[in-house]
């Protein structure tokens, strides 16, 4: 066991460079970026929805949820983004492709423990503006990611509670480049490294209401956390060449002082209903306290932070479970639907989202163990007031590798 407690231990440092993965949205300019979708790919090909949970997958998103688990689970996933990005004017395509979580999953009786690594947010963008003679770049890049250690304990056989702690570190750096036709353009460049602990506590309870009908109930809860921003920022006067180098003429550190913001609450309501190991369909509610988000060391005139809310809907079909004869009937077949409000609004428009995805989990080797593909398409923003509209495409793929580590052996 110690050989896998090793390899496991490997795979999670392995993966802390990667985690911080990029983004192209121009969205990802406010606050400490855009949000990533915390939770597995099995999830996400549902809407994103936490409230469901079993014995053979991971739940990184209501820590309740894996004192269900009754196998080792080892969970990877990974996605690839296609955007297009539109104005009333242009266009452009972009993509990104990231690492969305490594976790570990551990059960022990009534308690059950996990362990991994998430990108939280992510920072990624490239604009520019033309007034008259003058031209502004704006880019950024970075992001902040979680560290999370979660247990959750069975009270009874029909509920769970329990509680997350999550070390959140990154940095983000914006650089603003501004060219007003004279011999020499400007340059300042803003970084932040953040750093601070938030937690998270939830609680399911699920219930046969008929012969074949169980019904689940979820609730979790992220209070208001400070997190620290230790900032820095440069100006520099710079030569820009005719092949669009940037030498450099003068450059100068200004003090910028170290601050303190307030993390979010958020809470998460969900119910759903279903057929054990046939079918189930859920619905989510989820309210952010992102009002109290603003950028760490400047201030944007025409941007407004307001709570954040999100709608999810999805579920799953197995045909046949323990099917022999027909690897089909086997196969989990996933859909959902979700509608966001981001919390960002921008020239006065409120910044939404929403996307449908769809997704199955196919059975390899023993132990339930599944490869995971899912798909979304989804839109953000408008091309009105200014704006931009991103038509999005995601492809995701995970394994979910189960394993036994106290089994007794009757034989070598």
């Known amino acids: 066991m110690l050989k896998r407690i090793i390899i496991a231990v490997f795979i999670l440092i392995t993966g802390a460079t990667l985690a911080q993965d990029g983004t192209t949205s121009p969205y990802s300019f406010y606050g400490i970026g855009t949000l990533k979708f915390k939770g597995t790919a099995e999830s996400r090909s549902m809407g994103g929805i936490s ?15 894996i004192a269900d688990l009754r196998l080792v689970n080892y969970s990877v996933g990974a996605s690839h983004r296609y955007a297009n990005q539109n104005t009333t004017d242009e266009k452009r395509n972009a993509s990104t492709t990231s690492l969305d979580y490594l976790a570990v999953g551990i059960p022990m009786g009534k308690f059950g423990a996990s362990f991994g690594l998430i990108p939280y947010t992510s920072v990624g963008y490239s604009l520019r503006t033309i007034n008259g003679e003058t031209t502004t770049d704006y880019t950024g890049s970075g992001g902040l990611n979680k560290a999370f250690f979660t247990l959750g304990y069975k009270i009874t056989p029909n509920l769970n509670i329990g509680a997350e702690v999550n070390y959140n570190f990154g940095n983000i750096e914006n650089t603003t480049l501004n060219d007003t036709g004279v011999q020499y353009a400007t ?101 952010q306290k992102t009002s109290n988000f603003t950028n760490r060391t400047f201030d944007i005139e025409n941007v407004v932070f307001t709570d954040a809310s999100k709608y999810r809907i999805g579920g799953f079909y197995i045909p046949n479970y323990n099917s022999l004869g027909n690897y089909w009937n086997r196969v989990v077949y996933r859909a959902g639907f ?75």
Not at 51 to 65: E, F, M, R, V
Not at 376 to 404: A, C, M, P, Y
């Open 51 to 65: 409230t469901y949970s079993d014995s053979i997958h991971l739940n990184i998103q209501n820590p309740a949820g």
């Open 187 to 287: 340059r300042e460049i803003n970084k932040s490294d953040l750093l601070g602990f938030s937690y998270n506590f939830g609680a399911s309870y699920k219930t046969m209401v008929s012969e074949n009908l169980e019904f689940y109930t979820a609730i979790s809860y992220t209070p208001e956390t400070n997190f620290t921003s230790e900032n820095t920022r440069q100006i520099a006067s710079v030569l820009i060449t005719s092949t669009g180098s940037l030498g450099i003429v003068e450059e100068q550190e200004v003090d910028v002082a170290d601050t303190d913001f307030t993390f979010p609450s958020q809470y998460t309501l969900g119910a759903g209903i279903g057929a054990p190991k046939n079918w189930f369909v859920g619905l989510e509610y989820t309210n």
């Open 338 to 412: 979700r509608f966001e409000e981001t919390g960002v609004n921008v020239n006065g428009q409120d910044i939404n989202e929403f996307g449908i995805s769809f997704g199955v989990g196919l059975p390899v080797g023993r132990l339930f163990s599944n490869v995971n593909l899912g798909f979304e398409v989804g839109r953000r923003g408008t091309k009105d007031f200014g704006l931009i509209q991103e038509n999005f495409f995601n492809t995701i793929i995970s394994l979910s590798l189960n394993d036994r580590w106290f089994e007794k052996r009757y034989y070598d």
